[in-house]
C-alpha cells in the first residue's frame, strides 16, 4: 500500500466590511484555537495536549516517534515517516526519515503554524509569510508569493488559505487536486493523496481530484461542517454538533467513525484521530502498528 499524511487544517473563518483596510500581515493573522493540535502520518499520530506536551504513537521504524526533542510545543505536522513540532516559542524541530531533507533542511526564525506532507513541510510566519521545505518533485516545496493564512500539505502537493479565503494550491496536479476547486470562497482545506477537500463559504463540504474510492463523490452534501481531514483515499469531517462522518475507502474500518463529539479530526492512510471536547484522543482504522491506539 502506498503511505500518506494527512493533517486536518481548519481555515480562518473572518471577513471584512467594505472599510477594512487591513494589511496582508493582519489579514493573515493567526487565531491560536484552530491551530493544528493533532496529526496523522502514514502509519502513526501525534497530538499536542493544552499543557504542550506532544506525545506521538504508532509505527516507529524511522525514529518519528521517538525521535522528538524535549520540550514544549504548541503544534504538530506528520508525513509519512517524519515528524515536525512547533515550539512554543515558534521555532521548528523534525525528526524521523530524512529521505528529501524534510527533517534536515529545517528553517530558522519564529513560526505560527505547520504542516507536515509525504516528504515535505511547510511553516507559516506571523506575516503568513509561506517556507517549504523537503521533497520539492513537483513543486509542493515552492509556494507563491501570496501571503496565507492557513496552509494544508498533502501528498506532493500543497494549499494555502487567504485572510479573506481565497484558495491556491501548488504541486502535483495530475488528478486535478490543485486545480480543481470549486469557485469561491473557503474556511478550510485538507490535502490528501491526489485529492482535496474544504469547507467553503456556505459551510459545506467540497472534494476534488481522484475519486478511485468515492473520497471526492462521498463528501457529504447536506449538513453544516466545520472541519474536514483527508487521508489516503478516505475522508472524514465534523458538523457543527462535533458529530464525525467519513467517506470513501473502508478497508480498515477507517471510515466507521465512532459516535461522540469532537472538536479535531485527522486522517491517515487507513486510520483516523479525533480530540473529543474532553480534550482525549479516540482513533480508529487499521491498527497493525498501534496507531490507532494513544498512550493511557
Known sequence: MSSLFALALVACGGTTDDSDTDSPAEQAALPADDAPMIALGSFHSCDVSADNTLRCWGNDAGGQVTGMQEGSYKHVGAGDGHTCGLGIDGTVDCWGVDSAGQVAAIPTGSFAWIASGYEHNCTLDDAGTTTCWGSDITGQSTPPDTPFSRIAAGYYHTCGLSGDGELTCWGSDDQ????????????????????????????????????????????????VWTRVACGYQFACALDDSGKASCWGSNDQGQAEAPAGQFERIAAGVSHACAITEAGATLCWGYDGLGQATPPG
Open 176 to 223: 486535478g487536486e490543485s486545480t480543481g476547486a470549486p469557485d469561491g470562497l473557503w474556511k478550510q482545506v485538507s490535502g490528501g493523496s491526489a485529492f482535496s477537500c474544504g469547507i467553503r463559504e456556505d459551510d459545506t463540504v467540497a472534494c476534488w481530484g481522484v475519486d478511485l474510492q468515492g473520497q471526492v463523490s462521498g463528501a457529504p452534501t447536506e449538513g
